[in-house]
């Protein structure tokens, strides 16, 4: 099936530091989600983005909807310890609003 | 967000046994779950999308006589492995879906089978 292309795939940094990963896809997108998943937990919502151009920040987490829809970028400011994890993108192309494509995951392991 | 929880959080069964999982909606009716399964280091494989009232709607390469799903009310649906061989153990983890115009999915906790 179809899947999102995630990157990067892992990023070991020092707490502090800021993070960036991106999704993209070859077709259009009408919703952007972000999630972070703990080890032998599930997935945890982050943010959701529902309109091309939208930013939108939780925290120290921001995140936009690309403006040709096929995109979207998470960043993480001043990282710290926990936020340690695998963050997933998701998202609900135009042809289908049920089903959510996946990306294959970004591991951050950060360094106190 | 949507509260979700998962029962059991693990199990340990023998082969050829059934194992049942379940998935409730604590905060809201959700007419539609979603069961998913998650090897190591791998995304989240969707398997099927469970509606209330009416039958699953599995994904390709999923056996609905093996994966029995049971969607009976707006806060419950199970899961059931029937026959579990070791080949089964994996993470399985239900979502709820918040429409009303916001697709968003909020997950369960997972359950962690392990067939032996």
């Known amino acids: 099936g179809q899947q999102l292309n995630q990157s990067p795939q892992s990023m070991f940094i020092q707490e502090g530091e800021d993070v960036s990963m991106n999704c993209t896809s070859s077709?259009?997108?009408?919703?952007w989600l972000w999630y972070k998943q703990d080890p032998g937990e599930g997935p945890v919502l982050l943010i959701a983005?529902?309109?091309a151009g939208e930013l939108t920040s939780n925290g120290r987490l921001t995140a936009q909807f690309g403006i040709t829809r096929k995109d979207s970028f998470l960043n993480i400011s001043a990282s710290i310890p926990s936020d340690v994890g695998i963050y997933f993108c998701?998202?609900?192309?135009?042809?289908?609003?049920?089903?959510?494509?996946w990306g294959l995951g970004t591991s951050l392991a950060v360094n106190p | 967000g949507a509260v979700v929880s998962q029962h059991p959080s693990r199990v340990i069964c023998k082969s050829g046994t059934s194992v049942k999982i379940e998935c409730r909606s604590l905060d809201f009716q959700a007419t539609t779950m979603f069961w998913y399964r998650q090897f190591p280091k791998q995304s989240l494989m969707l398997m099927a999308t469970?509606?209330?009232?009416?039958?699953?709607?599995?994904e390709q390469g999923v056996e609905k006589d093996k994966f029995l799903i049971n969607h009976a009310s707006l806060t419950l649906s199970t899961l059931t492995v029937t026959s579990a061989h070791p080949e089964d153990s994996s993470f399985y983890i239900c979502?709820?879906?918040?429409?009303?115009?916001?697709?968003?999915?909020?997950f369960g906790p997972g359950t962690r089978l392990t067939v032996l």
């Open positions: 077709s259009i997108f009408n919703t």
């Open positions: 979502s709820v879906l918040r429409g009303g115009g916001r697709n968003e999915q909020f």
């Open positions: 469970s509606n209330e009232g009416s039958k699953a709607t599995y």
């Open positions: 998701a998202g609900f192309n135009a042809g289908n609003n049920r089903k959510l494509i």
């Open positions: 983005l529902y309109k």
